[in-house]
């Protein structure tokens, strides 16, 4: 049994920041990686950051520049900071972990989704 619990979503204007975060708990023996994945209206389900406990990162590249992906691997938290957002961004953000449980199986898990709106 693993959940994700994410938090951080929100209403903001173009230009502006979130940060959004994803606690992973439950039957975990290890985590390999976690990220953020997203959907906007209409679109398809797109990997947006990952990062792995030894942090190397990943991210898609209309991101890059503006978001942060990092991890606090004691907590089994990733989080995702969200800067000069723009309204493309809008999009249900959930979040992933490859993990090991203690039953030694190796899974994707994911959150619930949380929802982020930019204005413009």
């Known amino acids: 049994q693993v959940q994700l619990v994410e938090s951080g979503g929100g209403l903001v204007q173009a230009g502006g920041s979130l940060r959004l975060s994803c606690a992973a708990s439950g039957s975990i023996f290890s985590i390999n990686s976690m990220g953020w994945y997203r959907q906007g209206p209409g679109k398809q389900r797109e990997l947006v950051a990952t990062?792995?406990?030894?942090?190397?990162?990943h991210y898609v590249d209309s991101v890059k520049g503006r978001f942060t992906i990092s991890r606090d691997n004691a907590k089994n938290t990733v989080y995702l900071q969200m800067n000069s957002l723009k309204p493309e961004d809008t999009a249900v953000y959930y979040c992933n972990a490859d993990l090991v449980t203690w039953a030694r199986r190796t899974n994707n898990y994911w959150g619930q989704g949380t929802q982020v709106t930019v204005s413009s």
């Open positions: 990062i792995t406990s030894g942090g190397t990162t």
